[in-house]
């Protein structure tokens, strides 16, 4: 068994060989198991955004991606696997869409020297770019999630919700359990009732949350969930009759397949963004043009222009404009990992900039700094319409509360940075 | 020819009972630990070992300390990961609590406390037998999860409920935490698994193994010739589970460095390390070894081939190996249900009579 998988190993090597020369960009994808349905979209935007890259500029700087995909089924041992096989092929960035793999890369990566960028997910207090010198989560998290999500509730509710009882449901897991902290400190600040009702991995069994829904009358249910949850959660709401636009999602629970299942009920569901939706914007010319006729889309191509298709490509988007800037930091077309990290650290992403590309107005303008890896957590407010069968932009992208989040991040990085030995960096 | 006991003459009763009464075996296994601890800590990297090597390692511990329960002592167990889980936020509350103290005696520890939760679960199983036994321990499993996701003082009160293994050592090399060096995990993780698999086979072939077996074969029968049923089931969930808990304590520490107990020890990791024995082979340390190596490395063999080598879509690849896998499993239970294990025995005994099988 060994000697069959040393010279399967070599050859893979030696196929390899030649290429040596690209840029390569990881992506640790998941198009199997119960979280597929959000793993799709958003790795074939990924992957189409970097053919587009190709087809079109030629490149980054003239030198060619190449993204090298593995499946890691949304598993924390396949992640492992995949890092490790994808890393000695000179990986510039990791971006894998999953909180628990996240987690287990952040050490590995930073004594790796390869930047890992999280965007909208993992661990929210990376943020603080002083202890975390590797990790970057711009251009918002989750705690900009929560935040935003309780923003909101005050908008429309003339800005006073005090007393009103507001339940998370949330994905038993880290990624669900990042919020809480916020909607606690929230809570305590502007008095509102908080419960907190945990779904099991993967999250298809929710009657009981939902009976509990049922019983207690929330004023708003905030979900947290990811993959077949969400579905479900939108299912059973639509039962209970539960008012659509009383029930908010984070950014991970709020694709065309979340909702579609539910049909006409689902309509009025809202979710929050960090980046725009549909696919109005030049940029999808060219994906048609030189990615989708001719033929060189990722997967079945059928997801152009999806929520999670957008974000996949703003991902790819932002890593690519990092490159470049790298490669103008360092003066090589060529870079190395090390010098990816010095190109996030100094990215700029202003509105001539999104709109040069294509993308105008797609998502915020922000810098990025070597304190600040967070950008500056604007949030919008995105609404389902079921009848056009669209996602729309229902409000501007807002400030949420940097003074709660500012406290926890610095609060949450400093015990990683004790527990870890870690000195800070930027001084 | 040159596997046989004839002209093997033994002289005394300690080289008769030995673990590897033939030449050829005994030989054959010096090679191999000489290989393991000599040649491949000076070729490893970081890719053979945390993606094969170590996986491997380690679920070859927990194969063993399920081996013992299921396989040598009768009792069947579906609560693997909840056990492996106390071995690991053992570890876990350990390192933090302890910085200081050497890495090997925190694993150990994390055994000895899964040995005590497990002889724990392990109670009704003098009163409930079969499968109402498996469904107790299936309770276990979930019991433990529901656990360790729900009181925070397991997982230091961090804001995610995640335990990361912070960087620790012996005897100054780093063990755990990304700056380890492979061959040290993997040198760690292997004397570990020797170990155990020494202390297994001479346990499962000396007195203790026998009473195993013998409430295996048949518990009342067993009884009236002089077995406490008792203290037989309990010492097999007690070694079993200390042998468990290492495994999980590896687990967490070395192998992923970050755990989610939902995630990476949930229901499904139960099962798979049921399935690993089953296949290698149910009271046979050596299946064991077999089980594990088939479920860890079958996998990445086929991602390699199909993805590296033929260069086909990732999903496709990850769809083919569910089925292969499965494939493979129902081929080698229907054509030799007693797993590898019998397999190799069969060999060595067609060996034994090689080139005359008359």
Request: charged share 15%; with cysteine; net charge negative.
């Amino acid at each position: 068994m060994k000697t069959k998988l040393t010279t399967v190993a070599l050859g893979a090597l030696l196929a390899a060989g030649p290429a040596m020369a690209d840029l390569v960009f990881p992506d640790l994808s998941y198009r199997t198991g119960p979280y597929a349905a959000g793993g799709i979209p958003f790795s074939d935007g990924y992957n189409d955004y970097f053919t587009l890259v190709n087809e079109r500029d030629g490149g980054i700087g003239g030198v060619k991606a190449r993204v090298v995909e593995c499946e890691t089924g949304y598993n924390t041992e396949k992640g492992v696997e995949c890092y490790e096989a994808t890393k000695g092929e000179g990986a510039l960035i990791y971006q894998p869409l999953s909180t628990g793999i996240t987690y287990q890369l952040i050490p590995k990566v930073t004594a790796d020297d390869i930047p890992l960028h999280t965007m909208g997910y993992g661990r929210t207090s990376a943020a603080n770019g002083k202890v975390f010198s590797h990790v970057f989560n711009y251009p918002a998290n989750y705690w900009n999630g929560a935040s935003g999500v309780i923003n909101h509730l005050l908008e429309i509710n003339g800005g006073d919700i005090k007393g009103k009882k507001i339940a998370l449901l949330y994905h038993n897991s880290a990624y669900g359990k990042e919020p809480i902290r916020t909607l606690e400190e929230l809570s305590a600040k502007h008095g509102f009732e908080l419960k907190l009702l945990p779904v099991d991995h993967p999250g298809q069994e929710q009657k009981s949350q939902w009976l509990q829904i049922r019983r207690d009358r929330p004023d708003n249910v905030v979900m947290w969930g990811w993959g077949v949850m969400n579905q479900v959660a939108i299912q059973e709401a639509a039962n209970i009759r539960f008012p659509m636009e009383n029930f908010i999602g984070v950014w991970w629970s709020g694709a065309e397949h979340d909702v579609m299942a539910a049909g006409d009920k689902a309509n009025g569901y809202k979710s929050v963004t960090f980046h725009n939706v549909g696919s109005d914007f030049p940029v999808f010319d060219d994906m048609q043009k030189y990615v989708v006729d001719a033929g060189k889309a990722a997967g079945a191509g059928d997801n152009v222009g999806k929520v999670l298709y957008n974000r996949g490509m703003y991902a790819a988007m932002l890593a690519v404009e990092a490159a470049k800037t790298a490669q103008d930091i360092h003066g090589t077309a060529d870079i190395t990992g090390a010098m990816m990290r010095d190109g996030m650290e100094a990215l700029v992403i202003n509105e001539e900039k999104m709109a040069a590309l294509g993308m105008p107005n797609f998502g915020p303008s922000f810098d990025v700094s070597c304190e600040n890896h967070g950008g500056p957590g604007l949030v919008g407010m995105t609404q389902w319409d079921a009848s056009s069968q669209t996602w729309s932009l229902i409000s501007d992208f807002g400030a949420t509360d940097g003074e709660v989040i500012g406290t926890l991040v610095a609060e949450d990085s400093g015990a990683y940075a004790a527990e870890n030995n870690i000195a800070e960096r930027c001084n | 020819m040159f596997y046989r006991e004839a002209g093997d003459f033994k002289l005394s009763y300690e080289a008769d009972s030995q673990t590897f009464p033939i030449r050829f075996d005994r030989y054959r296994y010096y090679a191999v630990l000489a290989v393991a601890f000599g040649i491949i800590p000076f070729v490893i990297n970081d890719y053979w070992a945390n993606a094969i090597l170590l996986p491997f390692l380690i679920y070859s511990i927990a194969a063993i300390g399920l081996n013992i329960l299921v396989g040598y002592c009768g009792q069947v167990s579906l609560g693997t990961g909840g056990f492996m889980a106390v071995g690991a936020y053992a570890c876990y509350k350990l390192m933090t609590a302890f910085p200081e103290v050497s890495m090997f005696i925190h694993v150990v520890l994390a055994g000895g406390i899964t040995g005590l939760v497990c002889i724990l679960f392990g109670l009704p199983s003098l009163r409930i037998k079969g499968f109402y036994l498996a469904v107790a321990t299936l309770a276990a499993q979930f019991f433990l999860v529901w656990l360790f996701n729900r009181v925070p003082w397991f997982y230091n009160y961090s804001a995610s409920g995640q335990i990361n293994a912070p960087e620790r050592d012996t005897f100054g090399i780093l063990i755990t935490g990304p700056n380890a060096q492979a061959w040290a995990t993997y040198l760690f993780c292997l004397i570990f698994l020797t170990g155990c698999a020494v202390i297994a086979r001479n346990l499962t072939r000396g007195t203790q193994g026998r009473k195993w077996m013998a409430i295996r074969d048949m518990d009342i029968a067993a009884e009236i010739i002089g077995v406490n049923p008792l203290k037989a089931k309990l010492s097999a969930f007690g070694v079993s589970g200390f042998f468990i808990g290492v495994s999980g304590a590896l687990f967490f520490s070395v192998y992923l460095g970050a755990v989610e107990v939902g995630e990476a020890f949930g229901i499904n990791k139960s099962f798979l390390v049921l399935f690993m024995i089953i296949i290698g082979g149910l009271g046979s340390i050596f299946g064991s070894f077999a089980g594990a190596a088939f479920l860890v490395l079958l996998p990445v063999v086929l991602k390699v081939v199909g993805v590296d080598v033929l260069g086909w879509p990732t999903d496709i690849v990850a769809h083919f190996q569910l089925v292969i896998v499965g494939a493979l499993i129902v081929t080698f239970l229907i054509l030799e249900p007693h797993g590898l294990a019998q397999l190799w025995r069969v060999a060595k005994e067609k060996l034994r009579l090689w080139p005359f099988p008359h």
